[in-house]
């Protein structure tokens, strides 16, 4: 059952108020930026390096696109489709964003080469890096400091990442609190899609492919092998610059700050370490790393900036029910 304030008015997600209120709602923003960027992705498959089997790649971005877009009789069919899956069609309404990180991650690899036809700009990184540092951090800093303990605490926090992305969504899911689940949800796709578009059109191996890995006896670390087993198996080539791990946990645990302080304060100590560990671990470069800090801030910025002013963020829930955070509640009522 939604919270109330998720029944009338306007939406998180943009979408128009009372049910049977006569005018079609508005596209969803999430669903308008992602339906968006797949159409950025069908035109980066027009370009020369597209793969033989192209066709069917832009057919399926067309398609996610149309759906996501939907002009009315695609609306009809979802709202249909999602009335007879009940709760579950709910769930998925809300959480199909997360549930196709790992798909629009994949594709990178093929619409990068698309568009650049296998070169990529690595060597004008790697200038920046030496301009601004002197020298290349994300090769000389494990071999500066080629401590074990170090190392394994560092990949630890690399592989954190996964659980920014997953368990505060779940926990804000669990407590009912719909809105800052759907707005910590629209930091991490505006993020990714900030992100996205430069690995499309300007994309950047990383050090981890140029560079030889941090070595002097840290590859005996357990967490070193499973990271480095991780990225050998399911990374894609040209996503270093800018760094969306970063980027990504940056938003996330700003945007948290509002509504679960104590993990966002929590999830911002581990995007701290995680920064370092893309840089120690030879994943990313330094300039990455600070440049993804940078859009992260960017977007948890704007979404703040984006609420109304004065709108209830944290109110009590009725007896017996989860705590949810909405905007423009009325005193807590059942529901």
């Not at 979802?78 to 709910?90: C, D, I, V």
């Not at 093929?110 to 060597?123: K, Q, S, T």
């Amino acid at each position: 059952m939604d919270a109330p304030g998720e029944r009338r008015g306007v939406s998180q997600e943009g979408t128009a108020g009372p049910a049977g209120g006569g005018a079609r709602a508005p596209v969803p923003v999430v669903d308008a930026l992602l339906g968006g960027y797949l159409l950025v992705g069908a035109a980066a498959l027009a370009f020369p390096g597209r793969p033989p089997a192209w066709p069917a790649w832009m057919a399926l971005h067309l398609a996610g696109a149309l759906v996501l877009l939907a002009p009315p009789p695609v609306r009809r069919l979802r709202a249909e489709l999602g009335a007879r899956l009940g709760g579950l069609g709910r769930a998925l309404g809300d959480w199909y964003p997360l549930l196709l990180v790992p798909a629009f991650y994949f594709d990178l690899s093929i619409l990068n080469v698309a568009v650049h036809e296998g070169r990529y700009f690595d060597a004008l990184v790697q200038d920046w890096e030496a301009a601004l540092f002197g020298g290349q951090p994300s090769r000389d800093l494990a071999l500066r400091w080629p401590w074990l303990p170090l190392s394994e605490v560092l990949h630890a926090s690399y592989l954190s990442y996964y659980a920014i992305i997953y368990v505060p969504a779940i926990v804000l899911y669990a407590r009912g609190m719909r809105v800052a689940f759907r707005e910590v949800v629209l930091a991490i796709m505006a993020t990714f899609v900030l992100h996205y578009l430069f690995f499309i059109f300007l994309p950047v191996q990383g050090p981890r492919y140029l560079f030889d890995p941090p070595a002097g006896g840290l590859e005996s670390g357990p967490v070193y092998r499973a990271t480095h087993w991780l990225l050998g198996n399911a990374s894609s080539r040209g996503t270093a610059f800018p760094s969306s791990h970063v980027g990504v946990a940056t938003a996330i645990s700003l945007t948290l700050m509002r509504f679960l302080p104590r993990i966002g304060l929590a999830a911002l100590a581990l995007t701290a370490l995680l920064a370092v560990a893309t840089v120690y671990g030879g994943f990313h470069y330094a300039t990455d790393a600070w440049v993804g800090a940078a859009f992260g801030l960017a977007v948890a910025a704007a979404l703040a900036a984006s609420r109304p002013a004065g709108s209830r963020e944290h109110i009590r829930s009725p007896p017996g029910a989860n705590q949810y955070v909405c905007d423009d509640c009325p005193p807590h009522r059942p529901s």
